[in-house]
Structures are given as structure tokens and as C-alpha cells.
């Protein structure tokens, strides 16, 4: 089992039983969320208080994280390595892990197709994405393993 919390680069890897047989962490340094971003985030909530003003809600607003998260997901293909979607404001990242913990490779993540997740497999990520005349494109991305 793989657990992580977004506040910080660090993914448990565990048995069924809870023991932690190994934890795959990164030293990134915090991103603030923006203004902007915090509005963003924040739309749908303000649209519903702005509906229901009598609404309760406890605590009246939402905090404002100090940063950003670091993790966005996490898939593990069918051979165990872990595929980590990684957080960053310049454009986040996928790495890949092997089932030992050891970063094999670092790939940008590129805007996808809406509802087309990407598809993970040992050596390889397939993704669709749409460009700006509306055409569907596959993306291979295919890893070395002796690469690294």
C-alpha cells in the first residue's frame, strides 16, 4: 500500500499489516498558493455562501494553506513501480519510482484531454491530449530502464 499527505514529498510504502517497508522522499521547497489560485480554488464555495447566506458553516471560511500541495496523485503500474504526479508552479511532473524506491525518470505533465486519464505501465505512459484545432493526440512516453 502507498501512502501519502500532500504536505510534504513523502510516500510510505507499507504491508497489509502496516509496517513500512520503505519511504520514497524528496526535498522540494514550499510554493505559496497565489492570490489567484486561492480565488480559483475558492469559486464554488463563495458562489454557495453567496447563495445561502444563511448557511452555517464552521469554520465560516476555509483556511488558507502556508503552501501548495506536493502531491497530486499517485498510480502504480501493474509491475509495482509508483507513479508520482508531483506539484510545482512552473508545470507539474510525473516521476517514476521503481519498486525499490529509486527515481528512474522525471517527465512533464502535459494538459490532458478531459475525463482521458493517463495510462501507466512499467516502461511507458500513453497520454491524450487536445490541441487548439480540436484534434485528439496520443502521447508515448517510453522509459529506459537502463537509462539512469
Same mark, same amino acid.
Given at each position: 500500500?502507498?501512502? %501519502?499527505?500532500?504536505? %510534504?514529498?513523502?510516500?510510505?510504502? @507499507?504491508?497489509? =499489516?502496516?509496517?513500512?517497508?520503505?519511504?520514497? /522522499? $524528496? @526535498?522540494?521547497?514550499?510554493?505559496?498558493? $497565489?492570490?489567484? /489560485?486561492?480565488?480559483? #480554488?475558492?469559486? #464554488?464555495?463563495? #458562489?454557495?455562501?453567496?447563495?445561502?447566506?444563511?448557511? $452555517?458553516?464552521?469554520?465560516?471560511?476555509?483556511?488558507?494553506?502556508?503552501?501548495?500541495?506536493?502531491?497530486?496523485?499517485?498510480?502504480?503500474?501493474? =509491475?509495482?513501480?509508483?507513479?508520482?504526479?508531483?506539484?510545482? @508552479? #512552473?508545470?507539474?511532473?510525473?516521476?517514476?519510482?521503481?519498486?525499490?524506491?529509486?527515481? !528512474? %525518470?522525471?517527465?512533464?505533465?502535459?494538459?490532458?484531454?478531459?475525463? %482521458?486519464?493517463?495510462?501507466?505501465?512499467?516502461?511507458?505512459?500513453? @497520454?491524450?491530449?487536445?490541441?487548439?484545432?480540436? !484534434?485528439?493526440?496520443?502521447?508515448?512516453?517510453?522509459?529506459?530502464?537502463?537509462?539512469?
Amino acid at each position: 500500500m502507498f501512502v %501519502a499527505l500532500t504536505d %510534504a514529498y513523502r510516500i510510505a510504502v @507499507t504491508r497489509g =499489516d502496516g509496517d513500512t517497508l520503505r519511504v520514497i /522522499e $524528496s @526535498t522540494l521547497p514550499p510554493e505559496p498558493v $497565489s492570490d489567484e /489560485e486561492w480565488a480559483a #480554488a475558492n469559486q #464554488a464555495f463563495e #458562489a454557495f455562501r453567496a447563495d445561502y447566506p444563511d448557511a $452555517s458553516c464552521d469554520p465560516r471560511r476555509p483556511d488558507r494553506p502556508d503552501a501548495k500541495p506536493f502531491i497530486a496523485a499517485l498510480h502504480v503500474a501493474p =509491475d509495482g513501480r509508483l507513479w508520482v504526479e508531483v506539484v510545482r @508552479t #512552473a508545470g507539474n511532473r510525473w516521476e517514476l519510482f521503481d519498486v525499490e524506491g529509486r527515481l !528512474l %525518470a522525471s517527465l512533464p505533465v502535459r494538459p490532458q484531454k478531459e475525463r %482521458a486519464a493517463p495510462a501507466f505501465g512499467s516502461e511507458h505512459m500513453v @497520454t491524450i491530449r487536445r490541441d487548439s484545432l480540436d !484534434l485528439d493526440h496520443v502521447d508515448v512516453w517510453r522509459i529506459d530502464p537502463g537509462g539512469r
